[in-house]
Nanobody
Framework: QVQLVESGGGSVQPGGSLRLSCAAS????????MGWYRQAPGKQRELVAD???????TYLDSVKGRFTISRDNSKNTVYLQMNSLKPEDTAVYYC?????????WGKGTLITVSS
């Protein structure tokens, strides 16, 4: 069982930046594919970015060039650096871990982008 705890959410003005962190329990962190998903009100949850065990990353088209996902295996932590935030980035952001068909979710953290 893996427990994921997100931090770093909050409110920011358009054009601002935030960094999300997700701390994972367990000893196999480096093997997990770690991802960030988001769900805006009335919309389906979508993958924002993920990073594999070898550091290969994928991004949602609308966040490419603005968001950066990274991981620190020594700290069992994955990050999402979000720059040039837009109102349409407003959502609950969830940390996700996947390994061999098992999937784990954090409880989510709210990001609000508004002037």
């Amino acid at each position: 069982q893996v427990q994921l705890v997100e931090s770093g959410g909050g409110s920011v003005q358009p054009g601002g930046s935030l960094r999300l962190s997700c701390a994972a329990s367990g000893s196999a962190f480096s093997a997990y594919v770690m991802g960030w998903y988001r769900q805006a009100p009335g919309k389906q949850r979508e993958l924002v970015a993920d990073i594999g065990s070898l550091g290969i990353t994928t991004y949602l088209d609308s966040v490419k060039g603005r968001f950066t996902i990274s991981r620190d295996n020594s700290k069992n932590t994955v990050y999402l650096q979000m720059n040039s935030l837009k109102p349409e980035d407003t959502a609950v952001y969830y940390c996700n871990a996947k390994l061999y068909g098992s999937t784990y979710w954090g409880k989510g953290t709210l990001i609000t982008v508004s002037s």
